[in-house]
Nanobody, 124 residues
Framework: VQLQASGGGLVQPGGSLRLSCARSGFVYDDYDIGWFRQAPGKAREGVSCISVRSGATYYADSVKGRFTISRDSAENTVYLQMNSLKPEDTTVYYC??????????????????WGQGTQVTVSS
């Protein structure tokens, strides 16, 4: 099972980025996908998750209304569209795959497979 996260970069405050999480080695429809981030010295934070099995989506309060998670079955990819980016969104973002129970879907420990991180920097 491999996950490949990409799409990070440098953007000005108020700008947008779209992160991609491509998978290989497993059937995407069998796993929920989550995006997480962890800034230096801070705890890992669940940013947004999608239950691929039910289609339900979940967001951290800090990103609601600004970020949108989606999946493209044909491309076996999950996307995180990030709009109205703020400097506090700066950190490394990771995607992960797992089979969490609904109540734990935003918790990183619920996910067994992780991709490498992609750096997002929001700065003027």
């Amino acid at each position: 099972v491999q996950l490949q996260a990409s799409g990070g970069g440098l953007v000005q405050p108020g700008g947008s980025l779209r992160l991609s999480c491509a998978r290989s080695g497993f059937v995407y429809d069998d796993y929920d996908i989550g995006w997480f981030r962890q800034a230096p010295g801070k705890a890992r934070e669940g940013v947004s998750c999608i239950s691929v099995r039910s289609g339900a989506t979940y967001y951290a309060d800090s990103v609601k209304g600004r970020f949108t998670i989606s999946r493209d079955s044909a491309e076996n990819t999950v996307y995180l569209q990030m709009n109205s980016l703020k400097p506090e969104d700066t950190t490394v973002y990771y995607c992960a795959a797992g089979r969490p129970i609904t109540s734990a879907i935003m918790r990183g420990e619920s996910y067994a497979y992780w991709g490498q991180g992609t750096q997002v920097t929001v700065s003027s």
